[in-house]
């Protein structure tokens, strides 16, 4: 839809938001649960998976709407690990179908510090942009995870995705 209506492309515009709105729809009404004031990693589930930081640039709402704020809320509660970083979501559930457990994902905590800034906790944003900037390398690199009981750097070696997060 943004193709065509910023970019001048063609296509059947009047379908896709149609279509668009249906998912809005579907998605607010399956994805989000009221008495978690959360959205959920999947339907009819009670895990947050750190992609839903993602929601705001999307398009369907505003990163200050209250379901956006309260999914933020249980994002920290459930995945931050003991320095304030962000796991991609909680392994221990065996949603995946992987053993063992994940290191925090840079890629995400560089979500939570954009989400923070465009919610008006820019203070936050700064601090933990600020301490993600610190994990790069003398060269400025960041890799795809970082463990922070040991103090390093860990998984894929450059990550690609760490830095649009840190671009971004």
């Not at 390398?137 to 840190?166: I, K, V």
Request: with cysteine; net charge negative.
């Amino acid at each position: 839809v943004r193709a065509v209506e910023e970019h001048g492309l063609s296509g059947p515009v009047e379908r896709w938001r149609h279509l668009r709105e249906r998912l809005r729809e579907e998605i607010m009404e399956r994805g989000y649960d009221a008495e978690l004031n959360s959205f959920t990693q999947t339907y009819s589930n009670k895990e947050v998976d750190a992609s839903l930081l993602q929601l705001p640039n999307t398009g369907l709402l505003h990163p200050e709407d209250p379901k956006m704020l309260g999914t933020v809320a249980k994002i920290e509660a459930d995945l931050l690990d003991e320095a304030g970083m962000v796991r991609r979501y909680r392994t221990q559930t065996g949603m995946d179908g992987l053993p063992g457990n994940e290191y925090s994902f840079l890629m995400c905590s560089f979500w939570l510090v954009e989400q923070y800034a465009r919610s008006g906790r820019s203070d936050e944003a700064r601090q933990l942009l600020d301490r993600l900037a610190g994990f790069a390398t003398d060269l400025g690199l960041f890799a795809e995870e970082y463990d922070s009981a040991g103090g390093r750097l860990a998984g894929n070696f450059p990550q690609a995705f760490s830095h649009l997060g840190f671009i971004r």
